[in-house]
């Protein structure tokens, strides 16, 4: 029982308890976006099913749709049922009208600049990649970089510029994707820039950025094994190592945007130097430009240097497989460190799945036997099995992917969500 002197306190107004949710939370999303999402995710879908899913009256789904379909977003297709061929009415199922908006994503990544174009229901249309030498870029740079890109993808998908509604970009590095800042980013040599304006300005069309990690989880949420889950990581180990947690089907990002930084959390007091200025980040363990400093010392390779990182992991890789032992080290320590990370991922959040990606997937030293089995080994014991894990390595253009849905979130979120609404939440 509360002492009374608190319940005075409160005089005539009553401070309620309990969450103060605001009206329209994301997770209570207005229905004609519910009702948009549930047909894009399904691809085709009759009406009846959609209130259904939705747990909604018929009538209502009925005028929603009516109103998608009026402002071109969703179509009807019509279809024969099944096992009545040529019998009967055909059913109508609604699904998204692909043609209605086209969106560009783009990763921009130490080794090579990549983009695709997808249409509104998510189909490719064209892709590109442009290879580069790597360090960071001035501001200049990178937009005639974002700016080459895009025109040479455009003219590959047929398209004039001005035909997309909006363009995803993704880079390494901390970045707040609402307020469209790049923090830090090692392919940027400054700080705290504005992206997304700033290529706004310059290409004239939305432009919408997030962290590269958080771009590739969205795409296996939306292309992916992350379509099913309601929670789950990806840990991407390539040039960085970074993560992406989705939580009830969303990307969180932390108060801030900057959240999820595996890469960054410390494994060791004092330890390697990490490209972000501290000691001891997991990446610095386990990074290709880790794994490279590693290979020039253990190795004494020093007359390789200014050779380029892919090369000298290619020969790390080469040596161990042959059975070098220093070589072979090498990876064992790097794969003991990812089996840190990822206990201290399970102990965390209980994911359902984490999917590890990345270009440095290849070198499958680091998920080794070994490597899982010491992950079990420091995750807390409870008797259950521990979350599956999967190895995707799959290239940049799944970045880009993450990239265009991105996009197209913000496309059909700026004409679903009214101004009014998006200022409540
Ligand atoms: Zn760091």
């Known amino acids: 029982m509360l002492p009374k002197a608190s319940l005075e306190e409160t005089g005539d107004g009553r401070r309620g308890c309990g969450p103060l949710i605001p009206p329209l939370s994301d997770s209570l999303r207005p229905l004609r976006q519910q009702v948009f999402e549930r047909v894009r995710a399904a691809g085709l879908i009759p009406r009846v099913q959609v209130a259904k899913d939705l747990g909604v009256s018929p009538a209502s789904v009925t005028t929603i749709t009516q109103e998608l379909i009026e402002v071109g977003l969703i179509e009807e297709?019509?279809?024969?049922?099944?096992?009545?061929?040529?019998?009967?009415?055909?059913?109508?199922?609604?699904?998204?009208?692909?043609?209605?908006?086209?969106?560009?994503?783009?990763?921009?990544?130490?080794?090579?600049?990549?983009?695709?174009?997808?249409?509104?229901?998510?189909?490719?249309?064209?892709?590109?990649?442009?290879?580069?030498?790597?360090?960071?870029?001035?501001?200049?740079?990178?937009?005639?970089?974002?700016?080459?890109?895009?025109?040479?993808?455009?003219?590959?998908?047929?398209?004039?510029?001005?035909?997309?509604?909006?363009?995803?970009?993704?880079?390494?590095?901390?970045?707040?994707?609402?307020?469209?800042?790049?923090?830090?980013?090692?392919?940027l040599s400054d700080r705290a820039v504005p992206l997304a304006a700033v290529a706004q300005a310059r290409l004239g069309l939305p432009v919408v950025i997030d962290n590269d990690a958080n771009l590739v989880t969205l795409a296996e949420l939306w292309f992916g094994a992350g379509r099913g889950l309601a929670d789950f990581a990806v840990v991407t180990i390539e040039h960085g190592v970074g993560m992406g947690y989705v939580i009830n089907h969303r990307i969180y990002r932390g108060t801030q945007g900057l959240g999820m930084e595996l890469g960054h959390t410390k494994v060791q007091l004092d330890g390697a130097l990490c490209r972000c200025g501290q000691r001891g980040c997991l990446e610095a363990y386990i990074a290709d430009y880790a794994l490279a400093r590693e290979a020039t010392t253990a190795l004494n390779w020093t007359h390789r240097e200014g050779q380029s990182i892919s090369v000298l992991l290619e020969s790390l890789y080469d040596h161990a497989k042959a059975g070098n032992t220093a070589a072979r080290s090498i990876f064992r320590r790097a794969g003991r460190y990812l089996a840190v990370g990822l206990s201290n991922v399970i102990n965390l959040f209980d994911p359902a799945l984490i999917i590890l990606s990345g270009e440095r997937m290849r070198y499958d030293y680091l998920y080794a036997q070994e490597t899982l089995a010491e992950m079990e080994a420091l995750a807390i014991q409870t008797g259950r099995p521990r979350p599956p894990i999967e190895i995707h390595a799959w290239g940049d253009l799944l970045w880009a992917h993450g990239a265009a849905a991105l996009a197209l979130s913000f496309v059909s979120e700026g004409i679903l969500v009214p101004a009014r609404e998006l200022a409540a939440q």
């Open 77 to 187: 297709v019509s279809a024969l049922r099944e096992g009545e061929q040529g019998r009967g009415r055909p059913a109508v199922l609604l699904g998204v009208k692909a043609g209605a908006h086209r969106v560009a994503g783009m990763k921009l990544s130490d080794r090579e600049h990549t983009a695709v174009i997808v249409d509104f229901a998510g189909n490719l249309i064209a892709d590109d990649v442009i290879p580069r030498r790597p360090g960071p870029m001035t501001m200049p740079e990178m937009l005639a970089a974002i700016e080459t890109l895009l025109d040479r993808v455009c003219a590959k998908a047929g398209l004039g510029r001005g035909e997309l509604s909006a363009v995803g970009i993704g880079v390494p590095g901390f970045v707040d994707s609402v307020a469209g800042m790049v923090m830090w980013s090692s392919v």
